[in-house]
């Protein structure tokens, strides 16, 4: 099978090639997809896990991606709740070679079925963005009907998705990014949006739950405008800073089936829009990853045709 191998953790972007490897083996509890659309995230080739096993062993060369939306073609021994053919969608392991390649081996827990009139490359845009905003908001945020939460990099693919939940679940959602990114925010349901280029942070007020996926100085300011009791929610790193009567959270997503599910149907009642920006073959991931210029939405690789 064709697959996009990064064999240097130092050469980053330059270091990704295609070329051909084994077909991959279906563990026990795993299923084989014929990947259709993969997402990636652009700082993955900085992950630890992208170069060692569970172990810490070294596994390179090793096949980054880790959002997958394809067929099944073959069910590892003992795995059960998906069938030869089906349509999916989901994670792959940190630890394991990921989904921009032909063919990979997912574990049938961490997929969910994908309906025939929701699109592959629409699918691989959800899982990483869905399942993150999901449970930045609800499971660590807390966040409730008449709340507050202020949403950094609300363009982004996270961002965008935690802009649309927070505001149907009848929450006041603060938008922030660059200043090219405030239409695009208000249009997905913001009350209001700041230019962190500009500087406008400091014109928040008190929120009772910050989602931060930028980090830095941004993460260390957003501390002091959670109000008591609230939450600073972030996945870029472990705060240093905290709230000064409220709490912290750092997380990493977590495969969620029955999450997914429901983040699926959303996308197919209308409720939910992921933001699709780029649709490029696999021979162009490498330029993906460099992302040269700057566009809206999370850009998705095709594998193959449905």
Do not use: C
Request: glycine letters at 12%; hydrophobic letters at 45%; proline letters at 5%.
């Amino acid at each position: 099978m064709r697959a996009i191998i990064a064999q240097d953790r130092d050469a980053g972007v330059d270091g990704l090639t295609l070329a051909d490897l084994p077909y991959p083996h279906a563990a026990e509890n795993d299923v084989i997809v014929r990947v259709h659309a993969a997402g990636f995230t652009p700082g993955e080739l900085d992950w630890p896990a992208t170069w060692t096993d569970r172990a810490g062993r070294d596994r390179t060369p090793t096949i980054p991606g880790h959002e997958v939306s394809g067929t099944v073609v073959e069910l590892g021994y003992g795995t059960t709740g998906l069938t030869v053919g089906q349509r999916v969608f989901g994670l792959t392991d940190w630890a394991r070679n990921g989904s921009l390649a032909e063919y990979t081996a997912v574990e049938a827990r961490n997929l969910a079925p994908l309906a025939a009139d929701l699109d592959h490359t629409v699918a691989a845009a959800l899982p990483i963005s869905g399942l993150t905003a999901w449970q930045g908001l609800f499971d660590h945020g807390r966040l409730t009907t008449g709340q507050t939460v202020l949403v950094h990099g609300a363009a982004g693919g996270v961002g965008s998705i935690a802009v649309q939940l927070a505001r149907e679940a009848g929450a006041v959602v603060i938008g922030t990014g660059r200043a090219a990114d405030r239409d695009v925010v208000l249009d997905l349901g913001a009350r209001a949006f700041l230019d962190l280029d500009a500087d406008e942070l400091g014109q928040v007020g008190e929120v009772d739950v910050v989602f931060d996926v930028i980090g830095g100085d941004v993460l260390r300011r957003s501390a002091e405008l959670v109000r008591a009791g609230g939450t600073l929610v972030t996945i870029a790193t472990p705060p240093t800073t905290q709230p000064k009567d409220g709490r912290a959270v750092f997380f990493v997503v977590e495969p969620d089936r029955a999450r997914l599910s429901d983040l699926a149907q959303r996308v197919r009642d209308g409720r939910l829009k992921p933001i699709v920006g780029a649709v490029r073959p696999l021979s162009e991931t490498a330029a993906a990853f460099a992302r040269r210029h700057r566009t809206h939405g999370r850009t998705i690789i095709q594998v193959a045709d449905e």
